[in-house]
């Protein structure tokens, strides 16, 4: 068939076809319009515009309005003022422009709406005790932890009775706090109801239980459970490895406390392979050691122990000590010596001055010939850097001993003695020593107007000294007789020049 046939043909065919009409309902299928059964209340008709009002206030919220959002909920509130979900959203905001009075109210309302509301309750008591008010966050934590829907939120339920912990520990209720603690751990300790209900990992679920069940020791520990501290601070070990070397140290003091010395010698020797700052694991040591019948092993130890760890300036003292108490002075000496060319501080004065201290005579000789060569030179006599850098370095020494001095009247008094038959017999002293010596002497209660220093300070060994003994100690010479200005805070009268 040739193609203007086939068109033909179909044009025919469409022709014959009738047209379609669009389909009619019925008169009778029409729906009715709605007519209420009765006439909506004066409350219903505001509850539906506190409904509008409350997603308008949303939607302020959304764009940053809060302001708005405020003013917005607050008149959906005065609508219907037992909205719980209205007073919720007012919380957030309220806080956000410091209405801290307001939020709190309206976490009430909303508690006294829904008191089944845990979320809102726990944000009631984390505000509470922002605001320093324990007794009643206590009382909301303990509404909150009640709650039987609580269960199904692990999270929560964790935080709340860890924060409910802390309260009855600040407030002396160890035994509740223990039982708030324990709760904690139990939810910590299947951690697959928090792996599927929020953003944790196992590692975070895991360290965070190490560090409750560690202050869940320390509460019983300050409680007098020992036997359950070491449970917990050894179920701490085994979930966190990195702070099994630190919590070794409390159960060596446990053991220690408990009169085992084994275990505690065992547990502390763990600690010290990380190399701790501080000397209480090793004073520990040398004391368990001791109870043991070890005290050669002690002395030994503690010579590898600073020699693996040659910066460790307490540990450095540490031997010093023991060297002294086993009467190796040399050895302190060296120490000291080592020290202070490396880091002069007061400590290690102090160790330097108790040294001396059992030479008597001769060891406080020793103190004052050091302490008149620092000030001595700490004057800076010319502009040459090496000369400025030793007066520096030299002054440094000297505000170390004499914060040493301050707290050792005894040495003190070895001192001043020294100082007066050194005086008396021509050797001189510098000013400044003088000067500092006398502060010593008051510092100490070393004054004593019987006793006033010799002639020999300002005029010679033949003369009658007329001046205290302060004023004695800050002469500057012969020929320049003053009183310091300690003499003259106290009222005592200018020492006059002495004849012949």
């Given at each position: 068939?040739?193609?203007?046939?086939?068109?033909?043909?179909?044009?025919?065919?469409?022709?014959?076809?009738?047209?379609?009409?669009?389909?009619?309902?019925?008169?009778?299928?029409?729906?009715?319009?709605?007519?209420?059964?009765?006439?909506?209340?004066?409350?219903?008709?505001?509850?539906?515009?506190?409904?509008?009002?409350?997603?308008?206030?949303?939607?302020?919220?959304?764009?940053?309005?809060?302001?708005?959002?405020?003013?917005?909920?607050?008149?959906?509130?005065?609508?219907?003022?037992?909205?719980?979900?209205?007073?919720?959203?007012?919380?957030?905001?309220?806080?956000?422009?410091?209405?801290?009075?307001?939020?709190?109210?309206?976490?009430?309302?909303?508690?006294?709406?829904?008191?089944?509301?845990?979320?809102?309750?726990?944000?009631?008591?984390?505000?509470?005790?922002?605001?320093?008010?324990?007794?009643?966050?206590?009382?909301?934590?303990?509404?909150?932890?009640?709650?039987?829907?609580?269960?199904?939120?692990?999270?929560?339920?964790?935080?709340?009775?860890?924060?409910?912990?802390?309260?009855?520990?600040?407030?002396?209720?160890?035994?509740?706090?223990?039982?708030?603690?324990?709760?904690?751990?139990?939810i910590l300790d299947n951690p697959q109801a928090l792996l599927d209900q929020?953003?944790?990992?196992?590692?975070?679920?895991?360290?965070?239980?190490?560090?409750?069940?560690?202050?869940?020791?320390?509460?019983?520990?300050?409680?007098?459970?020992?036997?359950?501290?070491?449970?917990?601070f050894l179920a701490a070990q085994k979930r966190d490895p990195l702070r099994?070397?630190?919590?070794?140290?409390?159960?060596?003091?446990?053991?220690?406390?408990?009169?085992?010395?084994?275990?505690?010698?065992?547990?502390?020797?763990?600690?010290?392979?990380?190399?701790?700052?501080?000397?209480?694991?090793?004073?520990?040591?040398?004391?368990?050691?001791?109870?043991?019948?070890?005290?050669?092993?002690?002395?030994?130890?503690?010579?590898?122990?600073?020699?693996?760890?040659?910066?460790?300036?307490?540990?450095?003292?540490?031997?010093?000590?023991?060297?002294?108490?086993?009467?190796?002075?040399?050895?302190?000496?060296?120490?000291?010596?080592?020290?202070?060319?490396?880091?002069?501080?007061?400590?290690?004065?102090?160790?330097?001055?108790?040294?001396?201290?059992?030479?008597?005579?001769?060891?406080?000789?020793?103190?004052?010939?050091?302490?008149?060569?620092?000030?001595?030179?700490?004057?800076?006599?010319?502009?040459?850097?090496?000369?400025?850098?030793?007066?520096?370095?030299?002054?440094?020494?000297?505000?170390?001993?004499?914060?040493?001095?301050?707290?050792?009247?005894?040495?003190?008094?070895?001192?001043?003695?020294?100082?007066?038959?050194?005086?008396?017999?021509?050797?001189?002293?510098?000013?400044?020593?003088?000067?500092?010596?006398?502060?010593?002497?008051?510092?100490?209660?070393?004054?004593?107007?019987?006793?006033?220093?010799?002639?020999?300070?300002?005029?010679?060994?033949?003369?009658?000294?007329?001046?205290?003994?302060?004023?004695?100690?800050?002469?500057?010479?012969?020929?320049?007789?003053?009183?310091?200005?300690?003499?003259?805070?106290?009222?005592?009268?200018?020492?006059?020049?002495?004849?012949?």
């Amino acid at each position: 068939m040739s193609l203007s046939l086939r068109w033909c043909a179909t044009v025919a065919l469409l022709l014959a076809v009738p047209p379609l009409h669009a389909q009619t309902a019925p008169e009778g299928d029409k729906p009715a319009r709605h007519v209420p059964v009765r006439v909506p209340t004066r409350q219903e008709l505001d509850h539906q515009e506190a409904l509008k009002l409350y997603g308008l206030g949303l939607i302020q919220e959304r764009d940053n309005r809060l302001v708005e959002a405020v003013r917005t909920f607050e008149q959906a509130l005065v609508l219907d003022p037992e909205g719980a979900a209205i007073h919720k959203a007012l919380i957030p905001l309220y806080l956000a422009i410091d209405r801290t009075e307001d939020a709190l109210n309206s976490c009430r309302r909303a508690l006294a709406i829904d008191p089944g509301d845990f979320t809102t309750g726990y944000l009631y008591a984390r505000q509470l005790r922002a605001l320093d008010r324990p007794k009643e966050a206590r009382a909301a934590l303990l509404k909150v932890v009640a709650c039987p829907e609580l269960k199904d939120h692990p999270d929560l339920r964790a935080q709340a009775c860890f924060d409910l912990g802390l309260l009855h520990e600040a407030d002396g209720k160890l035994d509740k706090a223990e039982r708030q603690f324990r709760e904690v751990v139990a939810i910590l300790d299947n951690p697959q109801a928090l792996l599927d209900q929020g953003p944790y990992s196992r590692e975070e679920i895991v360290a965070q239980a190490a560090e409750t069940y560690e202050r869940l020791g320390r509460l019983c520990l300050n409680a007098g459970h020992t036997g359950r501290a070491i449970d917990a601070f050894l179920a701490a070990q085994k979930r966190d490895p990195l702070r099994a070397a630190r919590l070794s140290y409390n159960l060596a003091e446990l053991y220690a406390g408990q009169d085992k010395p084994r275990e505690a010698l065992a547990k502390l020797n763990e600690y010290l392979r990380t190399q701790p700052q501080g000397t209480e694991g090793y004073r520990l040591k040398i004391k368990l050691q001791r109870s043991l019948g070890r005290d050669a092993d002690g002395l030994p130890d503690l010579e590898e122990s600073s020699g693996r760890d040659a910066n460790n300036t307490g540990l450095r003292l540490l031997l010093a000590q023991e060297y002294r108490t086993a009467g190796r002075r040399v050895d302190a000496e060296r120490i000291y010596a080592e020290l202070l060319r490396k880091s002069p501080g007061p400590e290690v004065y102090r160790g330097l001055f108790d040294l001396y201290q059992d030479e008597g005579g001769r060891g406080a000789a020793r103190a004052l010939i050091r302490l008149n060569a620092a000030l001595k030179d700490t004057d800076i006599k010319t502009k040459e850097a090496a000369e400025v850098e030793r007066a520096q370095a030299q002054a440094t020494q000297a505000r170390a001993m004499l914060q040493a001095l301050r707290d050792d009247p005894a040495l003190v008094k070895g001192m001043l003695e020294v100082a007066r038959d050194r005086l008396g017999a021509g050797g001189g002293l510098a000013f400044r020593t003088r000067s500092v010596l006398a502060a010593l002497a008051a510092r100490t209660d070393q004054l004593t107007p019987r006793r006033s220093c010799t002639a020999a300070a300002w005029a010679g060994p033949t003369s009658r000294p007329r001046c205290t003994a302060a004023c004695c100690w800050s002469c500057p010479g012969r020929t320049s007789i003053r009183p310091s200005s300690r003499c003259a805070s106290r009222g005592s009268r200018t020492p006059r020049r002495p004849t012949g």
